[in-house]
């Protein structure tokens, strides 16, 4: 990439100097206590925060939180996430009460070197994320105001051309942030050339979710395997009945077509774990694809499929995984999602997470972080990007 790196900026000298840094602190939060569920992307971005803070510079974080709609709303404070990003700095960060108003002006004025702060919800404001040019261009001059240079560390926010996103390194000295830098390395590996065999594991509810990464991925890999609520769709096309579970009708002559195109690429569940209803305590069983019930919904593959997606992981040399395997959220049916998150960690390849709900499903289950090569902190960024997309925030930075 031609793009200028956080060492660029630092060699250049950033103390004294205000640093706006767009991280993704978009975390889930408890809805009854307003409580981090899961840390995962504040600590991303806090090598990119420590080096900043360590060379004396005036740290102004923004982000965005949920989907407000482009007014203040509580549920969506990032007021939470200050606390607990200092915890991990190990130091206060002043908090803004606005964007970019009188609380974020005052809060930015007043830091000292080596200090942070972090304004409130960019997406409080609607020229955030506005489609008309001029809106969000009014927004972005505001933003960068506050700063005299620019960090992009939010690599789960580079595919959406938002004013912080895209409008704002051009109105400032830009520069790519640890995470952003690494994110586009590894991903790079994926797309340019792969130690083979390559295998890539999706999952997910929806076939038209991942379709195009699907048909970009299919010519290039040498397996691809499917789980998750998607599977079936692509049992459907194979002509067999998938009870009440979840079908994209529309989709099943486009699965049969893939299938078709690469002949033995495509790897489907032999078996499912099938429920009389779609909640965590309902009866279940494991049932072959061709028996599963009328009235039954399909949860999770099943453990005879996940010893098969285990051997082929077993051959692997690079591996992708996005998407869980089943509703893993309830215990019940996390089995395949975990047994084939452990296959990928056990096959001593270059593995790559790729973001959304499969590093979620990680920590979630308690499994081992550092037994995966790389987890994405951006599950639709990082789609796009192996998809061959162009992604706004990084063609802003490389301008």
Known sequence: MSIRNLDDL??????GRRVLVRADLNVPLDKQT??????GRIRAVLPTLS?????GARVVVCSHLGRPKGTPDPQFSLRPVAGRLGELLNAPVRFAEDTVGDSARSTVDGLADGQVALLENLRFNKGETSKDDAERGAFADQ??????AYVDDAFGAVHRKHASVYDVPGRLPHFAGRLVLREVEVL???TRDPERPYVVVLGGSKVSDKLAVIEALLPKVDRLLIGGGMCFTFLKARGLEVGSSLLEEEMVETCRNLMEREPGKIMLPVDVVAAVAFAPDAEHDTVRVDG????RVGLDIGPETVAGFAAALKQARTVFWNGPM???????FANGTCGVAEAIAKAGAFSVVGGGDSAAAVRTLGLDESAFDHISTGGGASLE?????TLPGIAALEN
């Open 10 to 15: 630092l060699a250049e000298g950033v103390s």
């Open 34 to 39: 307003g409580e981090i569920t899961d840390d």
């Open 51 to 55: 080096a900043l803070v360590q060379a």
């Open 143 to 148: 933003l960068a105001a506050l700063g005299e």
């Open 188 to 190: 790079s590996k994926l």
């Open 292 to 295: 599963i019930p009328s009235k």
């Open 326 to 332: 089943g509703v893993f959220e309830m215990p019940a």
């Open 385 to 389: 990007y192996l998809e061959g997309q």
